[in-house]
């Protein structure tokens, strides 16, 4: 299995330009969570999927952001316009339902963007 | 408001020696605890979890301990080798989402 696949692994933009990353989870895994990691604030959720369908997105932090899972094989995180403050590294990562694991998810290698 | 905290940023120990990572979290709604490894360039790979009805759980070299009455877990490694030099999270399970701690440093000195 490869894994949780990412690309590109690493972006480098100017403000106002759109961004787009995408991931490809783990065939199986019925739940698929995007994380953001800074400095300032670690690791932190932005929403997640299950079953294709976006379940939670309170971690979004502004309407610049939207995500995507148009199948179960391809999710897609798209920042309109960037800004210099949304520089950091995404994760991918998924899971299997409950009661299938032990609630661990697994993540991809990340995409570093950062936004001159 | 961090649910989820690792308040020692950085932890240095002597190769053979015990690591001793801590987490302390708010939340008692949460019902499993994981801990995970992360490389620099690469994503937060899983280590050991743990239910909220244990209060041990071991894996060869790993061990977790926690403690719900003091809302804390711990993360013990040994013997520590130079290979488990790298940034440990804690993570608390609930309502299908983890939340993690900032991470803790550790560095294996020969």
């Known amino acids: 299995d490869a894994g949780v696949i990412q690309s590109p692994r690493h972006e480098v933009t100017e403000m106002g330009q759109e961004v787009t990353l995408r991931c490809k989870p783990i065939?199986?895994?019925?739940?698929l969570f995007w994380y953001r990691q800074t400095m300032m604030r670690g690791l932190e959720l932005l929403i997640y999927?299950?079953?294709?369908?976006?379940?939670?997105d309170s971690g979004m932090p502004e309407d610049r952001f939207s995500a995507k899972m148009p199948n179960a094989s391809f999710s897609t995180l798209k920042i309109q316009p960037s800004e210099p403050r949304d520089s950091a590294v995404y994760f991918c990562?998924?899971?299997?339902?409950?009661?299938?694991?032990?609630?661990?998810?697994?993540f991809g290698p990340g995409t570093r963007l950062t936004v001159t | 408001d961090q649910q989820v905290k690792q308040n020692s940023p950085s932890l240095s120990v002597q190769e053979g020696r015990i690591s001793i990572l801590n987490c302390d979290y708010t939340n008692s709604m949460f019902d499993y605890f994981l801990w995970y490894k992360k490389y620099p360039a690469e994503g937060p790979t899983f280590l050991i979890s743990i239910s909220s009805i244990k209060d041990k759980n071991e894996d060869g070299r790993f061990t977790v301990f926690l403690n719900k009455s003091a809302k804390h877990l711990s993360l013990h490694i040994v013997p520590s080798q130079p290979g488990d030099s790298a940034v440990y999270f804690c993570a608390a399970r609930g309502a299908q989402k983890l939340v993690f701690g900032q991470g803790t440093r550790l560095t294996i000195n020969p």
């Open positions: 065939s199986g895994h019925d739940y």
């Open positions: 999927f299950n079953n294709n369908v976006p379940i939670d």
């Open positions: 990562a998924s899971s299997l339902p409950p009661g299938q694991g032990n609630y661990e998810q697994y």
